[in-house]
């Protein structure tokens, strides 16, 4: 071989880019993982045009494209393994990847998920406040100063689940407003979000299983005549209950009048659900029917002064998950409210500590968190029960 063939060949090997190194400081291999769980990677060295992909249990939890490589994910309370996928990838293929498996918990261990995460909204004369930083916050859980031990910005992925009111007060215009709306909702979700959507009466109408964003957006809503009373707080329990079980940030949405006249539960059920989950709630109320937020409706489960107890009972319950009610007059606002309430999720802070206090004695923690600029204000849960 020539030499000037020997010099091109060792300039093509040496120009080779070195395969990318991909070292995983968290989880560890052989400690369990369960709740509220950092993920850390770290990969040397980075390779132009890449992006480092992250599966949880075969699913994408998150993807990166620049360091730092570090992030949080809700495992769950499932006493299991999980397998953890690390990829690095550039535009035409896989680089290098890296999988790892946590064991379950033994019988005899024990394990702390006492994690807690906040959803935080900040605003300032009716407008989001963008840009904080953690040390902007101060945390208190019952009275006591916490320490913020993750802080994040609103792309936390989404477990969604969107209650639609189909009962023969929504027929016509109401609800095919309420389902656009509902269609603006899922297609505005980003690729690691998930949701569901029900369709409800006094009985579950047409429903959806939680859905990868992908699927979820394209999904088609047919013919549906609206018909029956509606249910509301059983199926929010429902939802709620539902969404205990799932992973990310989760939030129920609810589009309905606010006439509940076959709930067999009673708000403070739904409350006490509500209070043991990390779910917030919205709730579009449309006011068409309703008048000077009176409720002349007697059903066979209440009067009409209980079922004015219930509403407000309901107004309380959302204000207390963190979300909010928004009325509305004309089911025409409805998709611009859908598309609101999901610029609004996407803009909030997630904020996470670990309680000072927990006795696992079932009481019931308050939480208050405040920033220290002035003028601003914030809107997040009102505690949570410590669950034994």
């Known amino acids: 071989m020539s030499a000037f063939f020997l010099l091109l060949f060792a300039r093509l090997v040496t120009t080779q880019p070195p395969e990318p190194k991909l070292t995983i400081f968290s989880p560890s291999a052989d400690q369990p993982a369960a709740g509220v769980t ?118 936390a992925p989404l477990e969604a689940t969107l209650l639609v009111d189909a009962s023969l007060s929504m027929r016509g215009e109401p609800l095919e407003f309420a389902l656009a709306g509902a269609r603006n909702f899922l297609e505005g979700l980003h690729d690691l979000d998930e949701a569901s959507l029900v369709l409800f009466s006094d009985r579950t109408l047409a429903r959806t299983e939680h859905l990868p964003a992908d699927q979820a957006r394209h999904f088609v809503i047919g013919a549906l005549q609206a018909e029956g009373g509606s249910a509301i707080q059983d199926h929010l329990y429902t939802a709620l209950s539902t969404l205990d079980s799932r992973q990310g940030r989760r939030v129920v949405v609810l589009l309905s009048d606010g006439i509940d006249v076959h709930s067999t539960l009673r708000a403070e059920d739904v409350r006490w659900r509500m209070e043991r989950g990390q779910s917030m709630v919205y709730w579009i109320e449309l006011t068409e029917s309703l008048e000077d937020d009176t409720v002349g409706t007697v059903s066979p489960w209440r009067g009409v002064s209980e079922h004015r107890q219930e ?45 000072t206090q927990n006795d696992d004695d079932g009481s019931w923690h308050a939480v208050k968190v405040s920033v220290r600029q002035r003028g601003l204000t914030v809107r997040t849960r009102a505690g949570y029960v410590d669950v034994p």
């Open 38 to 155: 950092e993920i850390w990677i770290d990969v040397d060295p980075a390779p132009p045009d890449y992006r480092v992909l992250f599966r949880v249990d075969g699913r994408e939890v998150a993807r990166f494209t620049e360091p730092p490589y570090q992030f949080t994910v809700d495992l769950g309370l499932d006493n299991r393994k999980h397998h953890f996928e690390f990829i690095v990838r550039d535009a035409e293929s896989e680089l290098t990847r890296v999988e790892r498996t946590t064991p379950a918990i033994r019988v005899d261990e024990e394990i702390d998920l006492e994690l807690r995460q906040l959803y935080v909204t900040v605003e300032e004369r009716g407008q989001r406040v963008p840009g904080l930083g953690a040390d902007s916050f101060d945390v208190l859980d019952d009275g006591e100063p916490q320490e913020i031990v993750t802080f994040e910005g609103g792309e």
């Open 311 to 355: 509403r407000t009972a309901l107004i309380e319950l959302v204000e207390a998950s963190g979300g909010r009610r928004i009325r509305i007059d004309d089911a025409q606002q409805a998709p611009a409210v859908f598309a609101e309430i999901l610029r609004e999720l996407r803009e909030q802070y997630v904020i996470g500590y670990y309680p």
